[in-house]
């Protein structure tokens, strides 16, 4: 089992839209279509922000969204803002009762 | 409104064993379904999913980590247990525990996370 692979970081201006990318295998993110979304501040318990792929749960702006396509799927976050400046992690089920993170996307707001 | 939050020592020996609780509220273990899991992470390093245990008594483990993991519940006092042997300075870590809702493969709460430090 090994961890899904995101890019170390990525940059946008306010405003502008980015994707984060989070590759995994055909035992996982392509498998299922069960991959989950966390944003975390510094010091800070990670937040849930997309789940099942696509869903956002209540509170969280519609500028997230997540999609699938093989075995990557991605987070994109529209009308960036300074405040999500953050780490972003993806999660997949992997069967057999376990999960898998990524590695994790710093998202740097010039 | 569901809360969970994590105790247990901030510092062992290397070889010792880790013992870590985790206490919710507002929602129940008895429930079909629902799950609670363990999730680590390193200093400046990423989040690591350790174990998982249902409602129904099912567990998951990290496969690397299988044989030094051990999860369990008490229902009647809302905690979930997770202990690991054979500590390691590697072990050093943030820990978290997270509420999975009604099967699903997703964590919507978290606790504040413990940090533990392994060191002699």
């Known amino acids: 089992q090994s961890a899904l692979t995101q890019p170390a970081s990525v940059s946008g201006s306010p405003g502008q839209s980015i994707t984060i990318s989070c590759t995994g295998t055909?035992?996982?993110?392509?498998?299922?279509?069960?991959v989950s979304w966390y944003q975390q501040h510094p010091g800070k318990a990670p937040k849930l922000m997309i789940y099942e792929g696509s869903k956002r749960p209540s509170g969280v702006s519609n500028r997230f969204s997540g999609s699938k396509s093989g075995n990557t799927a991605s987070l994109t976050i529209s009308g960036l803002q300074a405040e999500d400046e953050a780490d972003y992690y993806c999660?997949?089920?992997?069967?057999?009762?376990?999960?898998?993170f990524g590695g994790g996307t710093k998202l740097i707001v010039l | 409104q569901i809360t969970l939050k994590e105790s247990g020592p901030t510092l062992v020996k290397p070889t010792q064993t880790l013992t870590l609780t985790c206490t919710f509220s507002?929602?129940?273990?008895?429930?079909?379904?629902?799950?609670v899991g363990w999730i680590r992470q390193p200093p400046g390093k990423a989040l690591e999913w350790l174990a998982l245990?249902?409602?129904?008594?099912?567990?998951g483990y990290r496969p690397s980590l299988k044989t030094r993991l051990t999860i369990t519940k008490d229902t009647s006092k809302n905690q979930v247990v997770l202990t690991m042997t054979n500590m390691d300075p590697v072990d050093t870590a943030t820990y978290y525990c997270?509420?999975?809702?009604?099967?699903?493969?997703?964590?919507?709460?978290w606790g504040q996370g413990t940090l533990v430090t392994v060191s002699s």
């Open positions: 999660c997949s089920y992997a069967g057999s009762n376990t999960v898998v």
């Open positions: 507002g929602f129940s273990l008895s429930t079909s379904g629902v799950g």
């Open positions: 997270a509420h999975r809702p009604d099967s699903t493969w997703y964590f919507d709460y």
């Open positions: 055909s035992s996982d993110v392509g498998s299922y279509n069960l």
């Open positions: 245990i249902y409602w129904d008594d099912d567990k």
